[in-house]
């Protein structure tokens, strides 16, 4: 059992910057893969970015490829997100999620560990 907590929302101004955290606690394994998706209000969840734990491959969607960067702190078993140049359009409840999900990552049926979302508010 993994059980995510993510951290570092809040309320920013276009342009600015945030760091989302994702800290899991519990048993983790090196197959497993992080990923943050969010979901604004009234629209579906979708991929953000993803992070494979043993690989350090990186994926990101065309939306924030550029803006945001994915790495993680193994030592910790701790995962961010760091989200440059945020605009209006980023605001949503950021959710991390953890699993083995292979070549899936971005598909967050696959991910069977979530964590309780964190917001992030971006005003113009």
């Known amino acids: 059992q993994v059980q995510p907590v993510e951290s570092g929302g809040g309320s920013v101004q276009a342009g600015g910057s945030l760091r989302l955290s994702c800290a899991a606690s519990g048993r983790t394994f090196s197959t497993y893969t992080t990923g943050w998706f969010r979901q604004a209000p009234g629209k579906e969840r979708q991929f953000v970015a993803a992070?494979?734990?043993?690989?350090?491959?990186?994926y990101y969607s065309d939306s924030v490829k550029g803006r945001f960067t994915i790495s993680r702190d193994n030592a910790k078993n701790t995962v961010y997100l760091q989200m440059n140049s945020l605009k209006r359009e980023d605001t949503a409840e950021y959710f991390c999620?953890?699993?083995?999900?292979?070549?899936?990552?971005?598909?967050?049926?696959?991910?069977?560990?979530w964590g309780q979302g964190t917001q992030v508010t971006v005003s113009s």
């Open positions: 999620a953890w699993g083995n999900v292979g070549s899936n990552y971005d598909y967050d049926r696959y991910y069977p560990y």
């Open positions: 992070i494979a734990w043993r690989a350090r491959n990186t």
